[in-house]
């Protein structure tokens, strides 16, 4: 079952607001970069791997600055915000700054401390199950505070409470044992909030660096190579702790191939075409004109379409104050459309 256009149209909006971003920090010219003499002074001995590859090194560097940005943006809002959009989910912080700190028991407590030391010296192994077993237990011991926490994704299916931890494809050296900790608080904290409920809480991998994408489907997965590939990853997660690439993304939506749903909407706006096209959806004298709606369904956004179907209805519905919004341009100067003037606008189509 495809995705839902509605849900087709935010997944397109974040990948259009995404490229604006970058595409206004591109490095063009890097002839004014002169702020990285070291940088330059190492690549001299790789010259002859680079030859014919890069001709340029200032702008070698600024574009390998560039891509780590691109990699920032992915990672902190791109796939955080796909997510959400396809569970109806969202960021939930349990955290004394946001007043919304969570009680665990001393019990609990003390159970995560002994964990975390036996898997660290490998006295213990990974098991989900039996980790589950122990943690989701009632005990009258004392309450305390659990340690803050940040699902970046978390929505309840009926009697189920999912919360997600999102990460980099290639985790930091001792990363695995700090994620560890917070996830088995976040889980016994989770137990007492939702009482009665299934706690799940998982990593989540948006895609498997270690698949050979030449000779095997781009959303494949093998979790094994892949925890092999993260230090220290198999010392503190359970294969069953953490969701990666299709597995992921069909978690999410609830059904299959979406992945490559995915992919496939950010490769048909991401294209060489993608400023041209985007300056004539900027471009408010443009509205309604063939070009514009071509644009407009190639890149999923429904929403406008739809108010360019009911022009005549709207046009006779508005005041002068009204009419104004038609003036405006679809999207704001950051790439993110304009809910706003949509929502006004629609309420004229009666």
Request: net charge negative; aromatic share 12%.
């Amino acid at each position: 079952m495809a995705l839902e256009n509605s849900i087709c149209e935010k997944i397109s909006i974040e990948v259009i607001k995404t490229l604006v971003s970058r595409f206004e920090s591109f490095p063009e010219d890097a002839s004014g970069n002169r702020n990285a003499p070291f940088h330059e002074a190492f690549l001299n001995a790789f010259s002859d791997k680079l030859d014919g590859k890069v001709s340029d090194i200032p702008f070698f560097i600024s574009l390998n600055s560039w891509l780590h940005g691109l990699n920032t943006t992915l990672g902190q809002s791109f796939f955080e915000n796909v997510a959400n959009l396809l569970c109806c989910g969202e960021k939930k912080k349990f955290t004394s700054v946001n007043d919304n700190l969570l009680k665990i028991t001393k019990r609990q407590e003390s159970y995560i401390t002994e964990l975390i030391a036996n898997l660290k010296n490998g006295k213990a192994e990974p098991n989900l199950q039996e980790e589950n077993n122990i943690l989701f237990q009632d005990d009258k011991t004392e309450l305390i505070d659990s340690i803050g926490f940040t699902a970046d994704v978390f929505f309840i299916n009926e009697n189920i409470v999912n919360a997600i931890e999102l990460k980099s494809v290639k985790p930091n050296s001792g990363e695995m044992s700090g994620e560890k900790r917070k996830i088995l608080y976040g889980k016994a904290a989770l137990y007492r909030l939702y009482p009665g409920k299934t706690i799940n809480y998982f990593l989540g991998f948006p895609f498997d660096p270690t698949v050979d994408s030449k000779s095997q489907p781009i959303d494949s997965f093998d979790k094994q190579r892949f925890a092999e590939s993260c230090i220290e990853q198999q010392k503190f997660f359970a294969f069953d702790e953490f969701l990666i690439a299709k597995e992921l993304w069909d978690f999410l939506s609830g059904q299959t191939d979406t992945m490559n749903e995915i992919i496939n909407i950010i490769n048909r706006i991401a294209t060489p075409q993608f400023e041209t096209k985007y300056k004539i959806l900027s471009d408010s004298t443009k509205w309604g004109n063939n070009e514009y709606i071509t644009i407009l369904k190639d890149w999923n956004l429904y929403t406008e379409i739809e108010l360019i179907e009911n022009k005549s209805l709207i046009k006779s519905n508005s005041n002068k104050v009204q009419l104004h919004l038609l003036e405006k341009s679809c999207f704001n100067d950051k790439g993110d459309y304009n809910w706003s003037r949509a929502c006004d606008l629609k309420c004229l189509i009666k």
